[in-house]
């Protein structure tokens, strides 16, 4: 795939004062004075705009080259834009989603009728929390981790991460999770610190309640080799949209770390636009 595109770097001041960093990805013959079908990228958990090995950067090229505007930010306290990672949560999430969509819309150049929406893993979760309050068109999910904050996961999740703790522990106490963390402020992912707060407030969303609300057209695409997101979570969300398709790709891992792969979901990705 060598096809070109332009960039128009932008940033976007949130009431905080934090800038969000990001780019609209233009085709060659781009032209101001027309109006474009335009894709807003959400980027999933620790990602970026770019994504692993240039995922989302390669999606952009493959939708401008097809006559596509692509817009691409960071989440505050991701990749480029101001703020910290440590006090990221899903509302505040939710609300830099929402601004991207709104600094899309009232752009001159946009098609206001042909507004997409593209989330991966928590950038999927985001855009179903998020898509009912916007007017977008039709929303593709990647790997939606839509079952992140199941309480049986995170339970799971914590054992893990918290592992030596909790066999430092006499087995006669028998601690529930509750009482191990407690007195836990943060986690250490991958080497990203993370307050607790980011679990507290991802409790309180309901996931396939937002989804519901969602009547537009939705196409969840997964690998079948993602060990990440689970089958069943993105049979739920499928179910809970009401006019939703979910396709699992052969062979594909979280982040489709595969060239061939990427081409089938790119094109997929196109012809549910296009349809």
């Given at each position: 795939m060598t096809y070109k595109m332009d960039y128009i770097y932008q940033s976007i001041s949130?009431?905080?004062?934090?800038?969000?960093?990001g780019v609209i990805n233009t085709?060659?013959?781009?032209?101001?004075?027309?109006?474009?079908?335009?894709?807003?990228?959400?980027?999933?958990?620790?990602?970026?705009?770019?994504?692993r090995s240039f995922f989302r950067s390669q999606n952009a090229k493959y939708l401008t080259d097809r006559g596509y505007i692509c817009v691409r930010f960071d989440?505050?306290?991701?990749?480029?834009?101001?703020?910290s990672f440590y006090d990221m949560t899903v509302s505040r999430e939710e609300e830099d989603a929402m601004m991207v969509?709104?600094?899309?819309?009232?752009?001159s150049f946009v098609d206001k009728e042909r507004i997409?929406?593209?989330?991966?893993?928590?950038?999927?979760?985001i855009a179903s929390l998020i898509g009912s309050k916007t007017k977008a068109k039709k929303m593709c999910l990647l790997a939606p981790a839509s079952d992140m904050n199941n309480r049986d996961y995170l339970k799971v999740m914590a054992q893990s991460l918290f592992l030596e703790k909790f066999e430092k522990l006499k087995s006669?106490?028998?601690?529930?999770?509750?009482?191990?963390?407690?007195d836990i402020e943060d986690l250490d992912i991958g080497g990203l610190r993370l307050h607790k707060n980011f679990l507290i407030d991802f409790f309180k969303k309901d996931v396939y309640k937002s989804a519901r609300a969602y009547k537009g057209?939705?196409?969840?695409?997964?690998?079948?080799?993602?060990?990440?997101?689970?089958?069943d979570s993105n049979v739920k969300l499928n179910q809970a949209f009401s006019n939703s398709r979910y396709e699992l790709i052969r062979g594909a891992d979280h982040d489709f770390t595969n060239l061939k792969i990427r081409k089938e979901?790119?094109?997929?990705?196109?012809?549910?636009?296009?349809?």
């Open positions: 949130k009431k905080n004062g934090s800038l969000l960093r085709p060659d013959d781009f032209d101001t004075s027309k109006k474009y079908p335009a894709v807003i990228f959400y980027h999933g958990f620790g990602g970026d705009r770019n994504g989440f505050e306290g991701s990749g480029e834009s101001d703020g969509y709104d600094f899309t819309k009232i752009k997409y929406i593209l989330g991966h893993s928590l950038g999927g979760v006669e106490d028998e601690p529930s999770i509750r009482e191990v963390l407690s057209k939705v196409l969840i695409l997964r690998g079948d080799a993602d060990e990440l997101v689970f089958d979901v790119f094109e997929k990705m196109y012809r549910f636009f296009e349809a």
